[in-house]
């Protein structure tokens, strides 16, 4: 019988803490100026973002976001992303939420530029997807504290860690849905290209990608949800921003301080949330914009083709008039003669 604190193997014990320890001090030895360089660039990028979402007055930043919003949606979520910035204005969390903001880009972003290409490669290699997918489920199941350790030990304490936990926990779904939506594209179609003397290149940049660009909008709404999701853990880690807000409201047990800065990371997704899926549907006013001078612009070539038959018919037009006027002449010039 086992009894609780014991194992089934006696006093075997598997040293997996000791051989994962030697290989994070090994790396810390020989590649620490391989970090030092992902940390030093990491963290400038995120400066860079910070200064451009949070030193100009807010009402410019404001006024940017919701142009964004009425050419993406329209003016209901113009109005929605007007009244949430400023809501985030009023409570006193607006510097924290651009720097929040910062961060979400700028994981979200690297997560992209990591996950499209590899759901590609899984899209067009069976044994590619046969590796990726084992890993992606390892990247979704493992909690995102894990993270950290590795992340703190490399990085050091600062927004780097941050970045790079949610990288990790947030490309998964922009992997999977890039494959799914490649894959989804009807072979007939794929067929027909290559037929017509398309290489691979051109085919997935001309049918594949633009045929799954409703799935793999989906997966980078996904990635930037995700990275929202991994603020508070970010801000134990002292990236700054609304999830050291909420940590600090935790430790004081302060809920006024914790309900300003939740809400302020709620306003931020639901934004973000309805710009992508707005940026990515074929229903936002920024489609419909495209869309229009898309046809604007074939409608001339559309216009002269419709007037060839007519030109091609009204040149035919004369000459069946003379062959019917020359048939009526003939048949009265031929018709007999009767006398009075």
Do not use: C
Request: aromatic content about 8%; glycine content about 8%; overall charge neutral.
């Amino acid at each position: 019988m086992i009894t609780p604190g014991t194992n089934s193997f006696g006093d075997f014990h598997l040293p997996l803490g000791t051989w994962v320890a030697a290989i994070v001090d090994w790396i810390t030895t020989y590649l620490s100026g391989f970090f030092d360089v992902v940390r030093y660039v990491f963290t400038w990028m995120d400066a860079w973002m910070e200064y451009f979402l949070a030193t100009p007055p807010f009402w410019v930043v404001v006024a940017i976001l919701v142009v964004l919003a009425f050419v993406a949606k329209g003016w209901k979520l113009a109005l929605g992303a007007a009244v949430g910035l400023l809501f985030i204005v009023s409570v006193g969390q607006w510097t924290n939420a651009m720097d929040t903001l910062a961060l979400v880009i700028v994981a979200a972003g690297l997560a992209v530029v990591f996950s499209i290409p590899l759901g590609i490669w899984a899209a067009r290699s069976d044994a590619a997807s046969r590796v990726i997918r084992p890993v992606l489920d390892f990247m979704q199941t493992t909690p995102a504290f894990v993270y950290l350790i590795p992340a703190l030990l490399l990085f050091r304490v600062g927004v780097v860690p941050g970045i790079v936990a949610t990288i990790v926990f947030a490309m998964a779904p922009g992997v999977r849905l890039t494959e799914l939506g490649i894959r989804g594209v009807p072979s007939e179609v794929v067929e027909a290209g290559a037929a017509f003397g398309s290489s691979p290149w051109r085919i997935l940049r001309q049918i594949q990608l633009p045929l799954a660009k409703a799935s793999i909008m989906a997966g980078i709404n996904q990635v930037i949800m995700l990275s929202l999701s991994m603020v508070v853990i970010a801000g134990m880690v002292g990236a700054g921003g609304l999830g050291e807000q909420i940590v600090a409201s935790l430790n004081r047990i302060d809920v006024g301080l914790g309900a300003e800065a939740g809400l302020s990371v709620v306003v931020l997704a639901i934004l973000l949330d309805r710009l992508t899926a707005a940026l990515g549907g074929d229903s936002g006013r920024a489609s419909r914009l495209f869309g229009r001078r898309k046809r604007a612009t074939a409608t001339p070539n559309a216009a002269s083709a419709t007037a060839t038959p007519n030109a091609a018919s009204a040149t035919a037009t004369p000459s069946a008039a003379t062959a019917q006027t020359a048939a009526t002449t003939e048949a009265v010039t031929d018709r007999p003669t009767v006398d009075a």
